[in-house]
């Protein structure tokens, strides 16, 4: 019987089993998708993502940024972080960092479906491992979170992300975010991943392809309406309620212990944030301990991104988001510092 079994082998189920190695527990990955692995995301890691990366003996590749920018087309509102930078990365590169930590940490990374779990008072069986724990990995729609009753039903309002990588240098050092005008409730984040790429993630409560929502965006859709891409990838809807991050001897970790929305862009420092946590509750033999931890280790998130959320909801609201900014700079700069640092 191994110590851990992770279902999902991308970011959040990597960085797990790379500090459960590192402890000494024998660990086991199970991942359907042959690596790299792609996702829809904004790959702007803030800085405290950063620093769980280089503790994790992970150095990325990518493009360093300095703060974050408001546009609405009108004003500009401009943030920068007060001590070490955040990084740009594609996704595939992250993956692939992480899946080579794995492998130096002696992480056995087995390609494959997790398929049913089944549990004990002793220990968890699934894809044919028999394990003390599971770390559910699985994702934002996490098949594990589903059939153990964890999910809450997520509300009638939706949204959705769609990503393109679009090759031109990056023109700003800070990742750039486009609030649309006239009250549509969509903002497109553009980050600089690479010297002559920059990622471009929007996130709408429409569907709808990229052009068509790049539209809402004039002065960014005529930066880089010209310029070669990749192709689109999207992702959701995002919001993710649920009712508690523990089965017995399954712990969620990553998308798959909930999320509220990319506003913010916390997601994967608190996903690394939470596989140390993890990893304590399995050593200590003490599963119960993680939801309340995971609570306490989100909160600022999840107060502050349902906030946003939630208020840029009404078009006034929305329309005045960046005029604030830009008017309250030291209120503007201490929000990003204390979600980035």
Known sequence: MIDLLVAGGGPAGLATAVHAARAGLETVVVERRCGPIDKACGEG????SVRHLHELGVDA???AFRGIRYLDGRRVAEARF?????????????????SDAAAAAGVKVVQGEVGAVHQDSTSVSAAGFQARYLAAADGLHSPIRRSLGLAEDNGPR?????????????????????????????????????????????????RGRFEQHLEKFPALADRIRACPHGTDRAAGPLRQKVRRRTAGRVLLVGDAAGYIDALTGEGMGLAFGAAELLVGCVLADRPGDYDRQW???????????????????????RAGITPAAAALPVV??????????
Request: include cysteine; aromatic fraction near 10%.
């Open 82 to 98: 007060s001590g070490e930078a955040g990084r740009g990365v594609r996704r595939t590169v992250l993956h692939a960092a992480l």
């Open 295 to 317: 609570r306490a280790l989100t909160r600022r998130y999840r107060f502050l991104t349902a906030a946003l959320l939630y208020g840029s909801g009404f078009r006034p609201v």
């Open 61 to 63: 590749e990518g493009r």
């Open 332 to 341: 503007f700069s201490a929000v990003v510092n204390a979600l980035g640092q």
């Open 158 to 206: 939706r949204r959705w992300g769609i990503r393109r990588h679009v090759r031109i240098a990056p023109w700003s050092d800070c990742v750039e975010v486009y609030w649309a005008r006239d009250g549509d409730a969509s903002e497109a984040y553009v980050t600089p991943v690479a010297d002559d790429c920059v990622g471009v993630a929007i996130l709408t409560s429409a």
């Open 45 to 48: 890691l803030m800085p405290h």
